[in-house]
Each structure stands twice: as C-alpha cells, then as structure tokens.
C-alpha cells in the first residue's frame, strides 16, 4: 500500500499534461454503526485534504490521494454519568474520481481505499441501570470509502463541494462512518 501511495503521490505532483486539482473541506462525521459506537459517540468535525490528477482531458476522470482526519464526542445522554474522552481516526486514501455530468453543477462519484488509525479513549459510565467500562482502544487498520458529491464552480479554477461518503473501517466491528463535508477545489 505504501508503494501505490508513493506512486500515486509522484503522478500527481509530476503529472504535466492533465489538470491537478487539491481540494480542502470540514464536515461532521456521523457514527453509524456498530450500534455501539453510534449509540454512544456523537459527531464532533471531519476535515479532508485531496490532491489529484486529472487523466483526461475533459477533466471526468481522476486519481486521488486522500487525507481524513475525524473526531467523536461521547454522547452523555446515553449515560447517567460517564468519564472519558472522545474517540479519533486519521486515514490516509488512494482513490478513483469519476465526474459524468460538468456543467453548471458538476456532479461526482468517488471511491478509495487505504489505511487507518484509529483511537477509542477508555470509557466509565452507568447506561441504562448497567455499569459500562471500556479499556480503549488503538488500531492502525484498513479503510475503504464510496461517495458522492456535487460541485458548483464560482470562478476559473476554483468550485465550492459537497460530499457525503460511506466510510468503513475494517476493524474494530467494521465501523461505519458518513462524513458529510463541505468545502473548496482548486483546480491548476
């Protein structure tokens, strides 16, 4: 994996014929599953990074290098009380971006895989009558991630995004995350 990121890294920072484009956004990552997670972890901000390259001229298609960063507030309510602290993951993807429609609002399909850091912080707490301790939890594990997303351009060179992704983590419980993010694309 290392080496595709590499590779793909040199492509786009060398790529000469083709468009480069980097994009910035910050969202809200929804927790949805496993149940636990989303029961007991409440959105707290998602931030993005994207470089890519363009491989055609008509600027459809494109490959992607992704850098994620989300993180995840307890959710007090589904407690009587608790102590602890929050839960993070940070990814770094490799991806496909396919744009079918380029008009007045661009329309866009992604796909991308790679790998994961992620961090549970331990947890104390009374739900439900029932006394709950987590020790936490520290993984680097795979991640993959499909979306969608419109684009609207406000100038040459420069669009306002929106996505929404389904982003799964392969361990622990295959964690499911919907990041909704909104932000910039530069395209140069």
């Known amino acids: 994996m290392k080496r595709v990121v590499l590779i793909l890294a040199f492509l ?3 790529g000469k014929s083709n468009a480069q484009f980097v994009s910035i956004s910050a969202g809200l990552p929804i927790p949805n599953s496993p149940e636990s997670f989303s029961n007991n972890y409440l959105a707290n901000y998602s931030a993005s990074a994207v470089l890519g390259l363009y491989l055609t001229p008509s600027q459809n298609a494109a490959v992607t290098l992704n850098a994620d960063y989300s993180t995840f507030g307890i959710r007090k309510s589904a407690f009587q009380s ?3 602290k929050s ?3 940070a990814s770094l993807q490799a991806g496909a ?7 007045a609002v661009e329309l866009r399909f992604f796909a991308t895989a790679g790998v994961a850091r992620l961090q549970i912080d331990p ?7 029932y006394s709950v301790s987590y020790s936490g939890h520290k993984t680097t594990t795979g991640i993959w991630a499909i979306g969608t997303g419109v684009g609207v351009p406000i100038i040459s060179g420069l669009s306002w995004i929106t996505d929404i992704r389904v982003t799964s983590l392969t361990e622990p419980d295959a964690s499911t995350i919907l990041p909704v993010r909104t932000g910039l694309r530069f395209t140069f």
């Open 82 to 84: 608790v102590t602890g």
């Open 97 to 103: 971006e396919f744009t079918p429609i380029r008009s």
């Open 12 to 14: 786009i920072l060398t």
């Open 87 to 89: 839960a993070y993951q």
């Open 123 to 129: 947890l104390d707490g009374i739900q439900d009558g």
